[in-house]
């Protein structure tokens, strides 16, 4: 890698702010469906779509390829297009040496995760938007975030840096060349790993010995700065505390969900989650929202709340779906992408106060106010921003139990006087200029949002989540499936993209949690049809895992994804859902699945533990005691109801609930259920395909549990 390396240091020596305008020319991405690649159809930059058009005149022209990644919700990918691809000066170096192409990383994750890899491993560190210089064939050799227009001390300009790659592809194109070979045959240099010897146990303990490491005891969550939520990390360890008993666990997630959902990485006005934050106490967000975040902290604030009984938990699974119903739904019941972090070309503005702002609003209580929400003359953002010195996040550093006695209240009228304040506050911003919102809709992401409404429905028996899972459901069956393949993609009224092994996974994973909710063996046949349509289409019999996306003519090579990021892998939910299967099936092509699985991940996740605990979590499931829980009898009847609230008090991650009921037809899947029975309501309660006597009263079923 010694030719890259010196390539690299050679070279690095070195919005929604849209730009449209209907007295420019369009570029050839004002056709696109995607709202990102749409907000750059106007720049003077003569962008394309990724496609066979673009490298076509790549290979024509001769000329390297301009590679820009991002998404509309983006806030510095809004910064560089405004400073540069806006830039009449930028577009003339940019359109005379290269062939420009823009990619919308949430249409084309694969993509993304291709030259991401790269980025990575170049230069230790990647994000959004990303930038590289690829030749002709799509090979890369150079990347980068951020760019300004021009040098600014040791980072090298946009201009001179496209300068530099148009006159060296000029008079040495073969350097170039041999480089981006050198590169892209190491990113390929990945061997099917070795037959390693696969210790569940000794997983489980690693990843919670370097969590406790990774822990920050005052603030909660891992490392300093910036802090992401990753939600997953939170369910391994609600399940690690369950099998240890230790305390210290349980201490971990419980103050690392209380501090994000206290400070400013939550939005107390309109509610929902900022997709991460720029400081150690969570105070300080980057302003965007995600619905990802939203449907992965909805699933761990749920099942934070069945381990602990924490109303603020519960609360904050209300509000968080109340926020998305109210800003996030589409027309169609499926829910957006995302919310922009700026509005009028600002960072944040839609969400920042100054306190003279709100002692005007809320009056004589201005004062409580400010006190509750940490809110000074001298705002929280002149930390980061000094045009908004007088601006502040709300956000909290105290409890509400400790607020009230801070105040001499009781803890139910400080919160009550306090939703009555944010609600005038809310008010008021809804009179602002509002971010802008990425309409289109994702399989992934929303099969997420099912997920999260079955959980919330699981442990708070609210049938409200019960009925909007269904319909959730419904619509990404009816919506996503076209002429036998799923597709990634909904946006407005077309499919768009094959679906990947991430749509797949979730769409899996959201169809067994929703037939926890009302145990309609239809969707329980759709997973286990889905999940093997995933296997027929992506699972690669070399690697012994499954490929991000079905091989393509315009990737350069296949991506394989297996550490969790902001999200969990696709890879790590199927081994989840491939345990499950079994469990309910007994069908020993899912056992084999997840054998094959174990392979691929073993190295990694000795590795790193702590980078896979959504593949620990399927390790957990299957390796850890766990109960098949078989209810012979109809669901409208008194007891198997009783049973079923029962059940969603408990704390109880590993099990699977079958309910066997007149036409169910529930026989012809699972191996547990035959229809040989006298007496119902009947309990079964089972573990490793061994079931006790039944019982027929809840206290009996309960105390087997135990």
């Known amino acids: 890698m010694r030719i890259v390396i010196v390539l690299v240091i050679f070279l690095s020596g070195v919005s929604m702010v849209n730009g449209s305008d209907v007295n420019k020319k369009p570029n050839h991405l004002i056709n696109e469906s995607s709202y990102y690649l749409r907000q750059h159809a106007y720049n003077p930059v003569d962008w394309y779509p990724w496609g066979k058009e673009a490298f076509e005149k790549a290979k024509r022209e001769n000329k390297p390829i301009f590679l820009s990644i991002g998404y509309s919700t983006c806030h510095w990918c809004h910064v560089m297009e405004e400073e540069c691809f806006e830039d009449k000066e930028v577009?003339?170096?940019?359109?005379?040496?290269?062939?420009?192409?823009?990619?919308?990383?949430?249409?084309?994750?694969?993509?993304?995760?291709?030259?991401?890899?790269?980025?990575?491993?170049?230069?230790?560190?990647g994000g959004w938007p990303l930038n590289l210089f690829?030749?002709?064939?799509?090979?890369?050799?150079?990347?980068?975030?951020?760019?300004?227009?021009?040098?600014?001390?040791?980072?090298?300009?946009?201009?001179?840096?496209?300068?530099?790659?148009?006159?060296?592809?000029?008079?040495?194109?073969?350097?170039?060349?041999?480089?981006?070979?050198?590169?892209?045959?190491?990113?390929?240099?990945?061997?099917?790993?070795?037959?390693?010897?696969?210790?569940?146990?000794?997983?489980?303990?690693?990843?919670?010995?370097?969590?406790?490491?990774?822990?920050?005891?005052?603030?909660?969550?891992?490392?300093?700065?910036?802090?992401?939520?990753?939600?997953?990390?939170?369910?391994l360890l609600l399940r690690m505390w369950k099998k240890t008993k230790d305390?210290?666990?349980?201490?971990?997630v419980v103050n690392s969900l209380t501090q994000m959902r206290l400070r400013g990485i939550y939005d107390h006005v309109g509610g929902g989650f900022h997709r991460y934050s720029v400081d150690r106490i969570w105070r300080i967000p980057h302003f965007e929202k995600m619905l990802y975040d939203q449907a992965m902290l909805v699933i761990a604030y749920s099942e934070g709340y069945q381990a602990t009984k924490n109303s603020l938990f519960k609360e904050t699974v209300e509000d968080t779906l109340a926020f998305c119903e109210?800003?996030?739904?589409?027309?169609?019941?499926?829910?957006?992408?995302?919310?922009?972090?700026?509005?009028?070309?600002?960072?944040?503005k839609f969400y920042l106060w100054s306190k003279g702002e709100i002692d005007k609003i809320l009056g004589k209580d201005g004062d409580f106010f400010c006190k509750v929400f940490n809110v000074e003359e001298v705002g929280v953002m002149a930390e980061t921003d000094r045009e908004n010195t007088s601006s502040n996040v709300l956000s909290m550093s105290e409890t509400f139990e400790q607020l009230a006695k801070d105040f001499g209240m009781k803890e139910s009228e400080l919160k009550s006087k306090v939703r009555m304040l944010l609600e005038k506050l809310y008010r008021v911003r809804e009179n602002r200029v509002r971010p802008f919102t990425d309409k289109k809709v994702l399989l992934g992401w929303n099969s997420l949002m099912l997920v999260a409404y079955s959980k919330a429905f699981q442990v708070t028996g609210d049938n409200r989540f019960k009925e909007r899972a269904k319909s959730l459901a419904d619509f990404l069956l009816k919506t996503f499936e076209k002429n036998g393949e799923f597709y990634r993609v909904f946006n407005k009224g077309e499919l768009k993209v094959k679906a990947t092994i991430d749509d797949y996974a979730f769409l899996v994973w959201g169809l067994l949690e929703y037939y926890q909710c009302g145990f309609n063996t239809f969707y329980l046949k759709k997973s286990i049809d889905i999940e093997k349509k995933a296997i027929q289409n992506l699972w690669d019999k070399e690697f012994n895992c499954f490929d991000f996306s079905k091989k393509t003519e315009d990737l350069i090579m296949p991506v394989r994804k297996f550490s969790d990021g902001a999200i969990p892998s696709g890879n790590s939910v199927m081994y989840l859902n491939l345990v499950t299967l079994y469990k309910i099936t007994g069908d020993k092509g899912f056992k084999k699945y997840s054998n094959l699985l174990e392979k691929a991940f073993a190295q990694k996740v000795k590795n790193y533990p702590m980078g896979f605990s959504m593949?620990?979590?399927?390790?957990?499931?299957?390796?850890?005691?766990?109960?098949?829980?078989?209810?012979?009898?109809?669901?409208?009847?008194r007891e198997v109801d009783k049973f079923l609230k029962a059940l969603s008090e408990i704390y109880l991650p590993n099990k699977v609930v079958l309910v066997n009921y007149k036409g169910s037809s529930l026989s012809k899947i699972s191996s547990y259920v035959d229809n040989n029975f006298e007496k119902t309501p009947e309990f079964r309660i089972c573990s490793g395909f061994s079931c006790k006597l039944p019982v027929f009263k809840t206290k009996d079923a309960l105390v087997l549990l135990k």
């Open 91 to 125: 577009a003339r170096v940019l359109n005379k040496y290269f062939v420009c192409i823009k990619v919308d990383r949430e249409e084309r994750p694969d993509i993304d995760n291709i030259y991401m890899d790269f980025a990575y491993r170049i230069n230790g560190s």
């Open 134 to 235: 690829l030749t002709p064939d799509r090979k890369p050799f150079f990347a980068a975030t951020y760019i300004p227009k021009h040098t600014r001390g040791k980072r090298i300009g946009l201009i001179e840096l496209a300068e530099k790659v148009g006159q060296m592809w000029r008079e040495n194109p073969d350097f170039i060349l041999q480089s981006a070979d050198k590169i892209t045959t190491a990113l390929k240099e990945i061997t099917p790993e070795k037959d390693n010897a696969f210790n569940p146990d000794f997983m489980l303990n690693q990843a919670v010995t370097m969590f406790k490491h990774n822990y920050d005891s005052d603030f909660g969550g891992f490392g300093f700065r910036p802090k992401f939520p990753a939600p997953h990390n939170y369910l």
């Open 326 to 348: 109210r800003e996030l739904q589409s027309e169609n019941g499926g829910f957006y992408s995302a919310i922009d972090a700026d509005s009028e070309g600002k960072e944040g």
């Open 247 to 252: 305390k210290e666990l349980l201490n971990i």
């Open 615 to 637: 593949f620990l979590c399927g390790v957990y499931a299957k390796y850890e005691k766990g109960y098949e829980i078989v209810i012979n009898g109809e669901l409208k009847d």
